[in-house]
Every structure is written in structure tokens, then in C-alpha cells.
């Protein structure tokens, strides 16, 4: 049996690198925790490698024990750089090593791929008559020429998975093709034998590493799905953003417009007018229901409700088929939009202790009611960190300088919650002796009212003396557009570039930003994260304030006022914890190599005169404070006359339709991890495949045409303060296709409500 430092040694030295030492104290801490079945919480700071740190013990293992193990991801980013780039790569290192070739898998929901039996005619159409009349208005109609594609393509696609479609249609055109897991009637289908899913699925079985994300991975275990096949080892990275995602997958929503769909889709059902009158009462009893948390569901509200429950229960026993009979597809889809009415209603009329409901006025959909836990740490404990072992990731779990927050969020503190080590790898980088942290004492508190002269004259000093080589990091879009046009005014009659979120795609900006090192580069929350640049081309990271959540965000101020009855600190646990991580997050974009220099600015006094100023600080990269004002800009002017020149950045290419698969059949790994089986016993050294293209997934939207209607939309939402679910729901999109089109325009929206301060 191979050794752990043999298999990472190789791993290294096929991706060019060198050994780092967090790297292999990683590493070895995980295979610690697989063989003492022990879970673990290990922070791996930027510069450790921790995909490989997690990916070879993982793979080893696998080949050990015939067992595969699970990597849940929360970005599609990190997810495609697994399948698309580590894994590829660690495959053709370690196959001389394991005899075999080491296997994986992309695992994903049902709407991700094509329904051959939807195709066949076995469901209506989302549409009607859309496929019929497709061929008519190909010349005339956007929505008629995708339709006519897709049904191109699916003769030609092996695996029905909709990343294949490059570039892709619109979520309208794809729901002509494809189904929910609701509305999928599993083995009682008719092409089962046919079906992308149970193929893609099936395969994946037998693969050492299988590749999902946390939305997909909760589902599975919340509801019992069995999605994923058997495993005992679950990698969660991005771990920092796991309670986030998993509030999102059990958050329900219910709207008159919904309840009135429920009821057309079946409309052959007696009962269906029972439902139709039901949104009526709805909508009625939400009209002067206030944007806001609801503590005690009124009366009106209460009945309206329990309407809406017992008209979907009358519905739905109609819709039934009878034992033994199997429903068609028609039947199945109205059977699944009924039993989300009926199961959301009777969630929020039932009023549970942990649930907190809310209203909010959509601009669209007008009313929506949602209803979420206000903490979903026993879930995550009962459903996640039972009966297999569980290692949790990221650059950012402890915060304040502990791993307590983070654990207590998912269920790993109080009585009988599981045994876990909280390991800290540190960073390859001297962070004292590489950056400077400054906080702009002399500046007033900042206020509602957007970016004040003072802070406006402090980021114009600073930009100036860093000579461009600046990366802003606002709190709203309008603070960054403000920002950006005074820099322009400002700096008008220097060569200094400001590039503003919103002007073009992200990936192109960010781009732009490091090709040029007299370019700053202004925006919100998905520079905050998603922005790697080392070099000289990044030196300064200004921060206008500390990203505390809304005051009146339902989630957070119930789970702080249930902390503070408890004689908690509310305000700490909650509000202080969420700055904290996102903190962590916008000061580690300065240092990405060991040779980057620079400084990070906060232009919040807060971080030093505020009483919770100790554990932000200590939930940052250790860099070197100050408070000199004058220092700091010496110091800027230094690092720009000596700055060497900005790194090679790669432009990006295109994936080939299809994925491509790699020479030699489906024996081998494809660009898109694609699963393929893994041999029952080693059958000596194999050829491993070619690595794919360095830059797949370059389609910002994944091949989605918007109008400029659509942006309109998504402009006015954002300004409005909706969050990224309650966007996707607006345009009927999924929210990684909402997120990605934020990213091309510049947009901030999250999961969690637009960011305020107090």
C-alpha cells in the first residue's frame, strides 16, 4: 500500500509546486481523522494548497478500503476547479503510483440534465405547444431557435448534463426539457433505463472521489433522497459558508401566485376551484401584512393558511393514483406543485419553535412569505455528523481566534455533540513582515448617508501614494459607484485607471485589473471573495466598514434575541461572528504569493475604538497595525517605486461542445469528471488521461442570454435590497445563473439580506 507522503510528493510535483509544510500537516490530519473516524475542522490559510491537502488522502483512502469519499463545495468556481484542473491532474500523478488510475465523479441534481422521457412527449410542456410550433419560429423567435438547438443537441450528447450545451439557453428553453426531482417518476418511468440521471448516478458508485456541492449534499441527507451513493468520509470545503447554503435548502417560501399555479397545473383535478379560491383568501389576508418579521402569525393570516393547507390536502388526495397504478407525467408534475403548497402552508401555520416567518414585497411576485429555522445547528449535527466522518474546511474557521463560533453554528458544541480536533495549518506566508493592517482612527464613524468627504479624501491619498494597484471593497453597490466616479473626478489629470463593478463581466475587470498596475479596481461582495491577483498589480485593499448584517434581517435578529433570552451575547454570536467572517474574507485578497507586499485599509474606526474591535482583529491575517497615517502612505510610495512588473495574466479559452472526451474511450477520466468505473482490483499502471483545458467554465451565465429587460430587472432588485433567492425567484432562474449574471454586471446580491451597519 503506497504512503501518504509518497502519493503527495507525487501529487506536488506533477502540478509544479513545492512541498509546504501546512500542506502536509493537513493532509496527514485528515487521514488521521478518516482512520480514528474523528471529524475534524481544519483552517488551511491562502497558499497551503488545501485541495490537494484533502484530495490524496482522501483518493488513498479509496483505494484502500474500495470506499469513496464525498467533496461538497458551495461556489461553482471551486467546484469546476476540482473536476476541471486537481483532480485530472492528481489522477495522471498518482496512477503509476496506485497501479490503477484514481476515478471520479460530478454528482448533481435532476434539473441539470435532459429527460428523455419529457422529450418523448411523457410530460406537458412548461410552455404548451412550445415544442410544436419551435421549427415555425426558429427565424422569428429567440426562445423557437433554442428549442430547435437543444433538440439537436440531445441527439448528439452522451451524458444529457446541461454544462455540455456551450453556449446554453435560456432556464424557459430548459425547462422544456428537463424535470424537478418532485416531478421525476423514478423506477415507475418508462425510459428509466435511458435516463441521464440514474446513469450519471450509477456510475458514480463505483469512483473514488465524488464531487457535489453543500446544497445537493444537505438535501440528500435531509431528506432522505439517498442521492449520493454509500460513503463514510464527507470533505466539506468552503466550510466557512456551509450553515448559509444549508439555511437556504430548508427555507420555503409560499406566494398567491404559487398557490394559483398549483392550482392550474391540476386543473382536471373537482377540487382545483377549492385552490384557486384559496390564493384569493391569500392574497387578501397579505395585503396589510408589513415587510417584516412575523412573531405571532395573525388571525386573518392563520386562516388564510389553513385555507390554502386544506384546499392542496383536497387536491392532492384527488390526484392520487390509486395503489398500483402509475400516475403519467401530466399528473406527476401537478402532484409535486400541490405537495409543495400543501407542505409549505402547513409548515408556517404549524408555528414551530425554532421556524422564523417572515413577509417580504416582492416588486414582481408582490407578497412572499418564507419561513426558515433560526438555526439549523442541530439539523446539521443530527443529518451531517452522524454515522460517517466528517472534515470541514476553509481559510476562515476560527474566528477571534478560536474555532467556537464556527462549531457552535453547526452543532458541535453543548451537550452530546460529537467529539471534533479544530486544526490550524497556518499560511506559507510571513503576513507580519508581507502587509501592514491600518486603521483610519482619525475618520468618524461611518454613517447611512454613503461615503462622506473625509473618507472619500482618505481613499484618494491612498490610491495615490499606492500609484493605482488598489482593490476597493465597498459595503453596497452605491458606496462603490460613489466611490469610483469621485476617483474619477479626482484623479482625473493622472494616468491612474478606475474600473468600476458593473461596467463589464467580473472575470474581465479583474483581469483588467491585474494586466495593469495603475488600474483600482471598486466593488461589492463578489470582490470581497472571488478575487485572486498576486503580484504587484494588487498592493492596497481598502475597506470602507465593518459587514454587519441588516438590524432588521429576520434570521439574524431572531437568532440574537433567542441568544440574548438565553443570557448569550447576541450581538457577538450573531452580528460580530458574520462581520467577522466576511472580514477575513476581504483582507485575505491582499497577500496570494509569498513574494506580494501591501496594505490593507479599513476606513471604519470601529475596528480599533469599538469593544468587539479585539476578536475582528483577531479573526483577520496577523498583519503588522498601525494607525500612522503618514507611515502608511511612505510606505504605499515605497512598494510602488520598487514594484516589479505585474504577473502573465491568461486569457481565457473555450471548452469544446460536448466536454471532450479523453482518447481512449470511456475506460479514462473526461474534461467534465465525468464518472467512469473503477476496476474491481488493480490491473497494473495505466495510462492516465491528458488534463482538460485550463479554463473550463468560462460562459459567465452558463451560456444564458439575457435582454437588457432582464438586467433592468436585476439593477432594480439589487437597488431595492433583494437578496440573491429572492432574485432568482423573481426571474424564475436558479441562483447560480442570477449570481453569475451579477458578476457580469457588477451587482451585489448573497444569500443572506444586503449588507447595513449600525
Known sequence: MPTLPELLQAAVAELGGVERPGQTQMAQAVLDAIEQEQHLLVQAGTGTGKSLGYLVPAILHAHATGRPAVVATATLALQGQIVDRDLPRLARALAPILGRTPTYGLVKGRRNYVCQHKLAGGFPADDEGLFDVAEADANASRLGKEIVRLREWVDQTQSGDRDELVPGVSERAWRQVSVSAEECLGSRCPMVAECFVERSREAAKDVDVIVTNHSFMAIDAFEGRFMLPAHDVLIIDEGHELVDRVTSTITDELTPGSVRSAARRARSADSSDQLEDAAIVLERALETQPDARIDAIPDALAMALATVRDAARAVHSELKPAPGETPDGARQVALAAVEEIFDNSARMVEERDLDVLWNRIDPRRGPVLS???????????????????????????????????????????????????????????????????YVAAHLPPPGRGGLGDPALDEIEALVRAAGGR????????????????????????SDIRVLAQGEDQVPTLVREFAKDPRACLFGTMTLWQGVDVPGSSCQLVIIDRIPFPRPDDPLASARTEAISKMGGNGFMAVSAT??????????????????????VAFLDSRMISARYAGFLQRSIPPFWPTTDRALVLQALARLDETAPPPRPVAEPGLRGLGGGLAPGGAEQVDAHGAAHARPNAPAGPQAPAPPPPENARTAVTQGHPWTEQDDEELRDGVEMGLTLGELAESLELPEEIIAARLDGLGLQATTEPQLSFD
Open 470 to 493: 488598489t482593490l476597493g471593497l465597498f459595503s453596497s453597490t452605491r458606496a462603490a459607484r460613489e466611490a469610483a466616479e469621485a476617483m474619477r473626478d479626482r484623479l482625473g489629470e
Open 578 to 599: 458574520h462581520a467577522a467572517l466576511r472580514l477575513a474574507q476581504g483582507a485575505g485578497r491582499l497577500i496570494r504569493a509569498s513574494t506580494d507586499r501591501g496594505v
Open 371 to 437: 419561513v426558515a429555522p433560526m438555526s439549523v445547528a442541530m439539523l446539521v449535527r443530527e443529518k451531517i455528523f452522524t454515522d460517517r466522518t466528517v472534515v470541514l474546511t476553509s481559510a476562515t474557521l476560527e474566528l477571534g481566534g478560536t474555532f467556537d463560533a464556527v462549531a457552535g453554528t453547526i452543532g458541535l458544541r453543548g451537550a452530546e455533540a460529537p467529539a471534533y480536533v479544530g486544526l490550524d495549518v497556518g499560511s506559507p506566508f510571513d503576513y507580519r513582515s508581507q502587509a501592514i493592517a
